[in-house]
């Protein structure tokens, strides 16, 4: 198998199909314990959720203890733990807003969606009922079929042409109440793909899920952001807002991001996720042989053991209390997150555990 684009590359391990859990990481030698065998830092998409946006660094992502970061961009909504990490979080943005010709399209970016958000309850995210089935593919189809219809007017309006059906629909869109995390979520992929246009196939390579939104509430939270975005991004970031960049992002997301944890307290807070691209090829154990940890914006992965040449490496995908669980609440808890039966050697070995 040819490896895809994007995924992780080294001598110690090689990207192979595997019979039942699609591709994984298998080993290319032996490899002793305590061996870092990856370290990744380019995240591609992520939000910090906005109820702790005044307490997670935006750039390294630092969480502590609930308290609120002194260095503060208003205007973006951001924190940093540093002004080094402010500086590194600018630079970012620079070589975002150079990518497409401009000075600081980037930070215009940011700051239009803060400006739409501003107002907006911090503890006021949508409710999603977590027992509510998922929206089917028609129902996802058909939504941004009727959002695209909308589009074709915010964008003749964008470009001058000024009627009562566009300024209708930029009305409608600008008056619709705001979601930060899809607004944010979507702004990041959106500056991802129109900064690395040729790392977007990378991100195509991950494995997708088709029904990625969890309700009804978000699906219809996507779509009002995809609008509003449309309605309010810099000129220079509108060839990459429309439908097919801002359903591609959580279809790639669903199975493949990493939880933004605390560092503290088994990361029992949940600030936010992220793309590491290259990380996504690791499947899940129930009985790992490779420890991820995060510092920084740095992914780590390291052996928890002597692993054989051939012998697939796995991280887990639980975290906090989940990994205390027996059997069939994992089980359970990875059918409904991840959406898998999983078929690791402990739930479907000799010595599978029945409880
Ligand atoms: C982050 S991706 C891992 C790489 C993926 N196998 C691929 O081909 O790109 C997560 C997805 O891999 C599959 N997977 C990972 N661990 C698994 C397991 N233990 N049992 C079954 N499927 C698994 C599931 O489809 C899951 O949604």
Not at 186 to 192: H, K, Q, R, T
Request: hydrophobic share 35%; with cysteine; net charge negative.
């Amino acid at each position: 198998m040819s490896q895809p684009p994007g995924s992780p590359i080294s001598p110690l391990f090689s990207v192979l199909e595997t019979p039942s859990s699609g591709r994984g990481v298998f080993a290319a030698q032996d490899i002793a314990v305590g061996t870092s065998i990856l370290a990744l830092e380019d995240v591609s998409v992520s939000v910090i959720l906005r109820e702790f946006q005044r307490e997670v660094c935006a750039w390294c992502f630092w969480y502590y203890e609930g308290r609120g970061w002194k260095v503060r961009d208003k205007s973006t909504g951001n924190v940093f733990c540093s002004k080094g990490c402010q500086a590194a979080w600018e630079d970012e943005q620079s070589s975002i807003s150079n990518a497409v010709g401009t000075d600081t399209a980037a930070f215009h970016a940011w700051r239009a969606v803060e400006k739409l958000i501003k107002g907006t309850p911090r503890d006021d995210e949508p409710i999603s009922d977590i027992d509510a089935p998922r929206p089917k593919a028609s129902e996802i189809n058909m939504a941004w079929m009727k959002a695209e219809n909308q589009a074709v007017y915010i964008r003749e309006s964008r470009a001058g042409f000024q009627n009562k059906a566009n300024r209708k629909a930029v009305h409608s869109a600008m008056t619709a109440t705001p979601d930060s995390e899809s607004l944010r979520f979507l702004l990041s992929g959106i500056l991802f793909r129109a900064s690395k246009p040729s790392a977007w196939p990378s991100l195509q390579a991950l494995a997708p899920n088709h029904r990625p939104y969890r309700s009804t509430i978000q699906l219809e939270a996507h779509i009002t952001s995809y609008l509003q975005l449309l309605a309010i991004l810099p000129d220079a970031f509108l060839p990459h807002v429309n439908a097919e960049v801002c359903r591609e992002i959580p279809l790639r997301d669903d199975h493949n991001s990493f939880g933004i944890r605390s560092l503290e307290a088994d990361g029992s807070e949940f600030l936010g996720y992220g793309i590491w691209i290259a990380a996504s090829y690791f499947n899940h154990s129930c009985s790992p042989n490779v420890a991820k940890r995060r510092v920084g914006r740095c992914w780590d992965f390291s052996t928890v053991r002597d692993i054989r040449a051939g012998e697939q490496l796995c991280i887990t995908y639980l975290s906090g209390d989940e990994r205390v669980m027996n059997t069939n609440q994992r089980r359970a808890r990875l059918r409904m997150n991840w959406d898998f039966e999983c078929a690791c050697e402990k739930c479907t070995g000799d010595d599978v555990e029945l409880d």
